[in-house]
């Protein structure tokens, strides 16, 4: 029987330099890239990309440091895998925001360092007697991390089953920026956004995206390229993604972030959510046999 230990997955996955697995907590797993590229950490818990650090520049990815590690709790910071819906349930309050894939076992089926030295992982969502009371539909999920000069991310979920359903979704990453008061985004302009700050209402985004207060948005019919300027790290992230066409923006500014206790004091200056998603008026309908794929892309880009 294969298991998500490290001692086992040292035994069957590592690759000796560049990838090893270590236990650090009882139950949750991580698994450690090193190449010339980047490093990065990778739970098994929700196939959760922890941290990314291209070489040469500054992490990508924020991950608090006040995240907490444990089975069955979301980690805050680092890619966050939201499925099979996103937010609250349509209509079920009991169940996980944001889905359950994010806080239940992956079972790592493939890895393998490619020629030109990315390391790719892949991962499967381990469904369970829990995951099908909250999720009846026939279905499965993959997903591909390459970690090279860019951090590669693609989720692909097929309907194994005879009758349609709905998914939501979204790769809910956070950045890692030198200020949030000093971060710009563009590629947003001139799509719709569901403003959820004190109500949801929909608006229009003129020019760049800048914050002074709490921002949490789905924007709507977005291009698949937006980027987010830095100009305390001195740098850009280039985000591109396939198969979406909503985007989520979200800071939770200073009293949201001190309410959620594992930000740090001050903690949320230092990031931003841009996610890729498939949300709101965007969410999928999956007919029986078919598969849909979402991508992303990041880069870090010095100016
Ligand atoms: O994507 C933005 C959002 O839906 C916010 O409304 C905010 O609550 C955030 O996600 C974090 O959610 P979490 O369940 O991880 O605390």
């Not at 000796?16 to 797993?29: I, K, P, Y």
């Not at 198969?243 to 903690?267: L, Q, R, Y």
């Not at 990031?271 to 990041?298: K, S």
Request: proline letters at 5%; hydrophobic letters at 40%.
């Amino acid at each position: 029987m294969t298991t998500n230990t490290a001692a086992d997955l040292n035994r069957r996955l590592a690759i000796a330099e560049f990838l090893n697995f270590e236990d650090v907590a009882e139950g949750f797993t991580v698994a450690n890239v090193t190449t010339r590229h980047a490093t990065a950490r990778i739970a098994l818990q929700g196939a959760h990309v922890m941290t990314y650090q291209p070489a040469g520049h500054p992490p990508l990815i924020w991950l608090s440091k006040f995240a907490k590690f444990a089975p069955g709790k979301s980690i805050r910071g680092g890619v966050p895998v939201c499925w099979p819906w996103f937010g609250p349930h349509a209509s079920e309050a009991g169940f996980p925001g944001h889905g359950f894939a994010r806080t239940v076992p992956w079972a790592l089926t493939d890895a393998r360092l490619l020629p030109d030295e990315r390391l790719r992982l892949k991962f499967e969502l381990i469904h369970s007697d829990a995951t099908r009371a909250q999720w009846p539909h026939a279905s499965n999920v993959k997903l591909i991390i390459t970690v090279g000069p860019e951090l590669e991310v693609a989720l692909a979920t097929t309907n194994t089953g005879s009758t349609p359903f709905e998914l939501g979704q979204a790769l809910h990453t956070y950045f890692e920026i030198g200020d949030i008061r000093k971060t710009t985004i563009t590629g947003l302009e001139n799509c719709d956004y569901l403003d959820k700050v004190g109500g949801t209402t929909r608006k229009t985004q003129q020019g760049a995206v800048s914050f002074t207060q709490e921002t949490d948005r789905i924007y709507l019919g977005t291009r698949g390229h937006c980027e987010i300027h830095d100009p305390v790290l001195g740098r850009r992230i280039v985000i591109t993604s396939t198969g979406s066409h909503s985007t989520i923006v979200w800071n939770p500014w200073t009293e949201k972030a001190d309410k959620m206790g594992d930000f740090g004091t001050d903690g949320h200056l230092g990031m931003v959510c841009v996610e890729t998603a498939n949300a709101a008026e965007d969410v999928i309908q999956l007919a029986p046999g078919a598969t849909h794929r979402m991508t992303a892309q990041y880069r870090s880009i010095k100016d």
